[in-house]
Structures are given as structure tokens and as C-alpha cells.
């Protein structure tokens, strides 16, 4: 927390220079797979893993068949974003009820990401894969003042963006509201690991 009451100064600094109002987002961090969603006129087009960090793997057919993801956007535009494939804490269990006890999935993120890169997309399909999504990559048609802004449009575009989204006026709020995320992490629906500060 330290660091953080830095960070805050730091930027607190910089707004302050250049005369910008300085506000937080604090997200939970969804504890599954990141990938990248292509929209061209609204419509999805291709989808990708960050791969090896340079160049993503191509897995678009076995993202079309995740529900959560909306083929068609409410809007016709031209958008890139990013957000996490998971498996939410019921789904995981249901699945492990009835393997036996050599054959249990670890655990839903590894799960997540293994049934994400599978080579037949009809195995993907039958796993129940969600998506959050978090973040605009990359839009032309689209100018936005603030993260937080960019989050409620995503969510008007039809997207299912990450629940745990607070804004926040500075870093002590911030800091506040890590703790309440903390706290109430176990009574979430999916698996996370850590709060983010956007």
C-alpha cells in the first residue's frame, strides 16, 4: 500500500500539471485466460490468445461458441477488446462431481485455458466457458475520457463486462476498496487473484 500512496502522488503530480481531474477504477482480477475480441462493422471476426507475447493464438472458432460473446455488437462499429475466458466456481465443481478422483480437473483457470486451446471446438463448446471483458484496445469510431467511461459503453455495446468495477476520487479510496474486494472474495462467482487500479 505503500507503493500505492507513491503511485497516487506520482499521478495526483501529473494531473495536477496538466490541469486533468484524476479518477480510479478498481477491478477484481479474473483469474482465467486473456484474449483479444476483433469487431469489423460489428460483427466478431477473429479472436486470439496473447500467445506467446508477440503473436497471439488464433482461436476464434472455439470462441464463437461461447455464449457470453455477442457475434453482433448493438452498434456498427470497428472495436478491439480485451477480456478473461473463466469457468465460475459452480461450473467447476459441477464438472469435477462426477470424475473420478484421478480425473479431477486442478483447477478452472488451467481448465479455462485448456478447453480455450483445444483443437476440436465442439469440446469447447461443451465446457461452460464465460467472458468478462475489461478493456478497449482499440477503437477509431470511439473516443473516450476514461477508463470507467469506456466500461459502461462496452457494457451498452452488449458485452458482459466485469462486475467489480469502482470508481474512485483518489488512492486512499482505492486502497479502501481493496480491502472491501479482499474481503469479499470468496462470496464471488468466479475465481480471482488480486484487485487491479486502472
Known amino acids: 500500500f505503500e507503493e500505492l500512496e507513491t503511485f497516487g502522488a506520482r499521478m495526483q503530480k501529473i494531473a495536477s500539471e496538466n490541469k486533468k481531474e484524476l479518477k480510479y477504477v478498481v477491478?477484481?482480477?479474473i483469474d482465467g485466460l486473456s484474449v483479444a475480441l476483433e469487431y469489423k462493422d460489428g460483427k466478431f471476426v477473429r479472436g486470439a490468445t496473447r500467445g506467446n507475447g508477440t503473436v497471439g493464438e488464433d482461436v476464434t472458432a472455439n470462441l464463437m461458441t461461447i455464449k457470453s460473446i455477442p457475434k453482433i455488437l448493438n452498434e456498427k462499429i470497428d472495436i478491439i477488446v480485451r477480456g478473461e475466458v473463466f469457468i465460475s466456481k459452480e461450473n467447476f465443481e459441477?464438472?469435477?462431481e462426477d470424475l473420478e478422483e484421478c480425473e479431477k480437473f486442478a483447477n478452472a483457470r488451467n481448465l479455462a485455458a485448456g478447453s480455450l486451446?483445444?483443437?476440436?471446438?465442439?469440446?469447447?463448446?461443451?465446457r461452460p466457458l464465460?467472458?468478462?471483458i475489461f478493456n478497449v484496445q482499440e477503437s477509431n469510431d470511439i473516443k473516450f475520457t476514461s477508463h470507467y467511461e469506456s466500461l459502461l459503453k462496452l457494457e451498452k455495446l452488449g458485452f458482459q463486462v466485469n462486475p467489480v468495477k469502482i470508481l474512485c476520487n483518489n488512492i486512499n479510496e482505492c486502497i479502501e476498496k481493496i480491502h472491501e474486494v479482499g474481503e469479499s472474495r470468496e462470496a464471488l462467482t468466479f475465481g480471482s487473484d488480486g484487485a487491479v487500479i486502472k
Not at 117 to 126: A, C, E, F, G, V
Request: no cysteine.
Open 27 to 29: 477491478e477484481t482480477k
Open 94 to 96: 459441477k464438472l469435477n
Open 117 to 126: 486451446r483445444q483443437l476440436d471446438s465442439n469440446i469447447t463448446k461443451s
Open 130 to 132: 464465460d467472458i468478462y
